[in-house]
């Protein structure tokens, strides 16, 4: 959001707040320097999402724009993959339902230029990195299936308008802060990923890491992962966009990765560097559903695009540090 108005653009936000805190949002005005318009709405509600398009068509009209809204930027979804095995509808119902909620709500008020948060997951377990964006996608769990299946929902409903111009951005994983350590990823109960369980121990709100197997056929035996700083992804969200004002094609679909794979060892021993001091852990069994190797071929984006990352993992975990050291709670409750 911050990406989108430094490069220009006036935005507006939609969350449920379901996986957020709202003391995020005086902190994003704060980097902002400006108010923002939220919306409190959950997407799967239709009346109410309609009532955010309604709204803003009503407001552009009185200033003699024609749209509400320009463009969409899709981020809303449960991602929690053990949480998604034990309650599939839930993640078919939540992720999919919002997405034809907001799709049939744009298609009303005529905006058709939609940036959808897909994931890396869509490869699967099928493929020797790195990925492709042309490899056939098939996922291993209800999350990963619901990325899978929004993708092709919306390449239907562009095909069927091909007006429509649809950017899918594959993330591999994205980690770090924003750099003035006031916002930052600050999950619900336990940590499922990797980096908010590093900075979690580093902090002392856990005892050590548990890394899951170190008997996998990579260099030192832990899976490599393709991580990416938010800012560059944020980056990649911009870029999207803007290509998409001028594109030719309806949809075009991007990886947004570095093209390295670093090992989870690695990660602990870079971790470890940001906070000063080793960050404990410990070689438990492999967790059920990880992939060895899982980095991206960013090429693509680089081409078309003109988008490349550029923070390295050094920088990842100094912002990550900065904002957990500073917040070792996360954002406040109130
Ligand atoms: N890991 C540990 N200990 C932990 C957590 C993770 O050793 O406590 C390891 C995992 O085994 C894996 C690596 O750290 O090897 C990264 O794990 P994450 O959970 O951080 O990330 P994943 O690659 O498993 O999953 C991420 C997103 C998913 C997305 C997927 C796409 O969390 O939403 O990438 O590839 F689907």
Not at 171 to 198: K, M, T, V
Request: aromatic share 10%.
């Amino acid at each position: 959001m911050l990406a989108l108005i430094e490069a220009g653009y006036d935005v507006e936000i939609v969350d449920s707040f379901v996986n957020a805190k709202h003391s995020v949002i005086p902190r994003l005005c704060e980097l902002a320097g400006r108010d923002l318009r939220v919306h409190e709405v959950d997407l799967t509600d239709r009346a109410a999402t309609e009532g955010i398009f309604a709204d803003a068509a009503a407001r552009a009209a009185a200033a003699g724009r024609r749209l509400g809204f320009d463009a969409v930027v899709h981020f809303a979804g449960l991602k929690a993959v053990g949480e998604s095995v034990a309650k599939p509808l839930a993640y078919y119902d939540n992720n999919l339902g919002s997405t034809f909620s907001l799709v049939e709500a744009m298609a009303r008020h005529g905006i058709r230029h939609l940036v959808f948060s897909s994931s890396a997951t869509v490869y699967g377990d099928s493929y020797p990195a790195p990925f492709t964006e042309d490899l056939p996608t098939r996922a291993t769990n209800p999350y990963g299936w619901t990325k899978v299946m929004i993708e092709q929902v919306l390449r239907d409903v562009a095909a069927a308008d091909p007006t429509w111009r649809v950017g899918l951005l594959r993330y591999f994983n994205p980690i770090g802060a924003h750099p003035s350590g006031r916002i930052g990823e600050d999950p619900q109960g336990i940590p499922n990923n990797l980096i908010p369980y590093l900075a979690q121990v580093a902090v002392g709100r856990r005892a050590e890491l548990s890394v899951y197997g170190d008997d996998y056929p990579t260099p030192d035996g832990t899976c490599l992962r393709d991580y990416i700083h938010v800012l560059d992804l944020a980056a990649g969200h911009v870029a999207a966009l803007d290509y998409l004002w001028d594109a030719t094609e309806p949809v075009g679909t991007w990886n947004l990765g570095t093209g390295h794979g670093t090992s989870v060892l690695d990660m602990v021993a870079a971790f470890s560097r940001a906070v000063g001091s080793p960050v404990p852990y410990r070689i438990v069994d492999r967790r059920p559903g990880d992939i060895a190797v899982s980095y991206a071929d960013p090429s693509r984006a680089r081409a078309e695009l003109g988008w490349v990352a550029s923070r390295s993992v050094d920088d990842m975990c100094a912002d990550t540090w900065r904002w957990q050291s500073a917040n070792p709670q996360g954002f406040p409750d109130a």
